[in-house]
């Protein structure tokens, strides 16, 4: 910590103290000590110092008090010798500038009982715009909006910007996120409440913009507004000064932002405000004091743009911004997530036939910017009816609590959140997402950025614990959704191999996943180690993550239980999971086997494998590809009889990577079984599949699994392996 900001705040406690002592003994010289002080309509007398100390102050008399303490409070004078500590020292300083700051108040109303108007409302006109202390109705009434969450907390501005335009930006920004704005002490001699009149804004309780006083001791209003919230709201006793800040300091989402040079005074109430877990940020060049400690994060933070203070201010205080609505001009909800668009009334679409990529990223704090959407290359309205243009969806997120595990998660709800949108259908996932366009959708004029705008509100919304800042980024040009599907790729991989050392012996539990379920009823994933979801955006690992996120969410840990079969992969607790989850549709289901009772299948299966009875082998075949199989169907035709959740022996959906691990279709002779899949997916799995074949015995294997220049009809792949001998043909039958 600063000895600069020790050094300011502790002179600028004695101050304050020295000021309220001679306010004191005027008053007492000119007026009865019985005299009244108190500040309208409330039952909390002087408040900070009732909340804090337990001291009714009712008369003039009981003033000295409240005095004595404060002057006990203030620490010795930071000598030049003297080191560290100065966090103790400092915050009693600031607790006795605040207590002076009180008392200065509550001698204003005695010794100038007209400076502030009373009620809720700003008249310009009148020549007066202070508020002074809210009585008690407006602090009920305001105050359990903190408590219900209505009002998240409230922003303390002291001083003046450098102009009305600013301080308006700043000001109607905190509005926006429903913040309380409450204004005191000026800046030689301008206030942000006078600009704000000056700039046409409405000020009051009504618009949440409170002017309480144009001194640096008027803010001790805010905080008498805050402990009587607490007392009120949280049955907190007078006198409980540890529990009274505490509850501020997790319930009420406040700060201060200090605008302007910041004297010796404005330091003491920072350093006073640092009690309540209230950070102040400041537009100077103050000392900073970092360390986190009684606030959430950091103290004081200095040198903030004021295009960034909102954002800085609310990062740093740990405030969760709401966005409860989702600004689009299509209705939203998940009422239209099972909608479709049907080939007469699409517009356009983005992938099936071209690129269509989401990445979700973890970025820093300061990398991005909340609540950005670009789109990079032409937007819905320069595309052509009728037109199938690429797309990559990159989506930025940010957040105090944010892990890379928790990227998979957050970009398998591109997704649902997608078909929220009424008139925009979304399939798939990662790099072959599939998003179609109505024309109703375009008429109500909806873009592409509209997209980006979702994911930002929702992901604040569904995701407050872990989500700060979201920003979206969307690509229409050719060459920039190929380079970000690159990248995607690369991360795919990497989240991809993080179970590959585990087995489904070594771990007790599996995951389910539901995620589908309003598509496909019946359809539940289990997701155990060696078996990743069969969207392919989910593992183990990807699971567990979202557990942890939301712990009631659509990924429950299963007890694996009793093994009951472990050739097919059969378990009993997975058994009595699925039963329920699928509402008594499905009894049972094996892991490794496609020919008895397999997994359930939806429409977000990357690929769907297929027994092959003449080959006594499997094929498989990905999304990718149009084209015919030795099945007798294509993939959008097996997609479709599958894809509703069904169970069909014979058939099961399976992500691309599952091909390549251990327990791939095990009970039925496992990868030695594959005799045929698109040449593409050979290509995108090779290295996997190279290994995975020496892993066999059968080192050569991806050279004998046939592929659509072999044939696609099962006679042409049956003549083929049996000249290169595929191992399958020597496999007991695979239909027993
Ligand atoms: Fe979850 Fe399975 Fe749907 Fe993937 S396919 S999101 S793992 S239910
Ligand atoms: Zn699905």
């Known amino acids: 910590m600063s ?19 001679g306010q004191l003994k005027k008053t007492l010289a000119s007026k009865d000590a019985a005299t009244k002080v108190e500040f309208p309509n409330t039952a909390y007398y002087l408040p900070v ?36 500590p100065y966090l103790g020292p400092l915050l009693d300083a600031g607790m006795a500038a605040l207590f002076a700051s009180e008392i200065t108040e509550g001698l204003r109303y005695v010794n ?18 202070w508020l002074g202390a809210a009585d008690d109705t407006i602090m009920r009434k305001r105050g359990v909006e903190f408590v219900d969450g209505s009002a998240p907390g409230f922003a303390a501005i002291v001083g003046a910007a450098p102009d009305v335009e600013t301080a308006k930006l700043i000001v109607e920004d905190y509005q926006k996120k429903n913040l309380y704005i409450f ?31 144009p001194d640096i001791s008027s803010a001790i209003f805010a905080l008498g507004f805050a402990n009587r919230a607490a007392m009120a709201f949280g049955g907190l006793q007078p006198g409980d000064y540890k529990r009274i800040l505490k509850y501020n300091k997790d319930r009420v989402f406040a700060f201060v932002n200090a605008l302007g040079e910041v004297n010796a005074e404005w330091a003491a109430a920072a350093a006073g405000c640092v009690n309540w877990g209230f950070p102040t940020i400041a537009d100077t060049d103050i000392p900073e004091i970092l360390p986190t400690g009684i606030c959430t994060y950091e103290h004081v933070v200095a040198n903030v743009p004021h295009s960034e203070m909102v954002q800085k201010s ?118 072959i997402a599939w998003i179609r366009v109505a024309k109703q959708a375009v008429e109500k004029g909806f873009s592409l950025a509209h997209i980006g705008k979702v994911l930002h509100g929702k992901f604040h919304q569904d995701f407050t614990k872990i989500i700060d800042k979201v920003q979206v980024t969307l690509f229409t040009n050719k060459a920039d959704v190929d380079k970000l599907t690159a990248q995607a790729r690369a991360e795919y991989k990497t989240r991809d191999e993080r179970v590959d050392k585990m087995t489904d012996e070594t771990v007790d539990i599996f995951y389910s996943c539901t995620l589908c379920q ?90 769907i494998a297929a027994v092959l009875p003449l080959c006594n082998g499997v094929m498989t075949v990905h999304r990718d590809y149009t ?10 035709t097996l997609a479709g009889q599958m894809g509703g959740g069904a169970q069909s022996s014979g058939f099961v959906g399976h992500s691309k990577y599952n091909v390549t691990q251990r327990k791939f279709l095990a009970g039925d002779g496992g990868l030695l079984r594959m005799v045929w899949m698109p040449k593409s997916l050979k290509e995108e799995i090779k290295d996997r599949l190279v290994r995975r074949g020496k892993e066999l015995g059968v080192p050569d294997l991806i050279d004998k699994i046939a592929d659509e220049t072999v044939g696609t009809t099962e006679e042409e792949v049956l003549a083929f392996l049996q000249k290169v001998g595929h191992p399958a043909l020597s496999m007991p039958p695979i239909l027993e």
Not at 580 to 585: F, I, L, M, P, Q
Not at 627 to 636: A, L, Q
């Open 3 to 21: 000895k600069l900001v020790a050094f300011a705040a502790i002179q600028g406690a004695y101050n304050m103290v020295a000021k309220a002592e």
């Open 49 to 84: 110092i009732y909340s804090l100390l337990g001291i009714p102050v009712k008369t003039i008399e009981d003033l000295r008090k409240p005095l004595a303490i404060a002057k006990k409070l203030l620490p010795p004078h930071v000598k030049r010798v003297n080191h560290l």
């Open 112 to 129: 100038d009982p007209d400076f502030y108007v009373p009620g809720e409302e700003v008249d310009p006109s009148s020549g007066k715009i």
């Open 183 to 213: 204004l005191a002490a000026n800046q030689s001699g301008t206030t942000v409440a006078e600009q704000l009149i000056e700039g046409g804004v409405q000020i009051g309780w009504n618009t949440r913009i409170v002017p309480f006083g």
């Open 314 to 431: 609310i990062e740093v205080r740990g405030l969760k911004v709401t966005v409860t609505h989702i600004d689009i001009p299509l209705s939203y909800g998940p009422a239209f997530e099972g909608e479709r668009v049907r080939k007469d009334d699409l517009y356009c679409q983005f992938g099936g036939k071209v690129q269509c990529t989401e990445l979700v990223k973890m970025a820093e704090m300061s990398e991005i910017e909340d609540g950005k959407v670009t789109v990079v290359g032409p937007d819905l309205a320069d595309i052509k009816e009728g037109a199938s243009n690429p797309l990559g969806i990159f989506v930025q997120v940010a957040g105090r609590e944010f892990q890379t595990d928790f990227e998979p998660i957050i970009e398998r709800q591109i997704h649902h959140l997608t078909n929220y949108i009424q008139g925009v259908m979304h399939i798939g996932q990662r790099d």
């Open 518 to 607: 309003s598509f496909a009823p019946t359809h539940v994933c289990t997701v155990s180690p060696e078996r990743t979801g069969l969207c392919g955006a989910y593992n183990w690992m990807d699971c567990k993550a979202s557990f942890e996120i939301n712990p009631t969410g659509p990924n429950q840990p299963i007890e694996k239980g009793e093994c009951l079969d472990s050739k097919y992969g059969q378990f009993k607790g997975v058994n009595e999971f699925v039963y329920k989850a699928s509402r008594g549709a499905i009894k049972s289901y094996n892991f490794y086997s496609l020919v008895h009772s397999p997994m359930t299948t939806c429409g977000c299966c990357e690929a």
């Open 627 to 636: 084209g015919d199989t030795p099945s007798g169907m294509k993939f959008t």
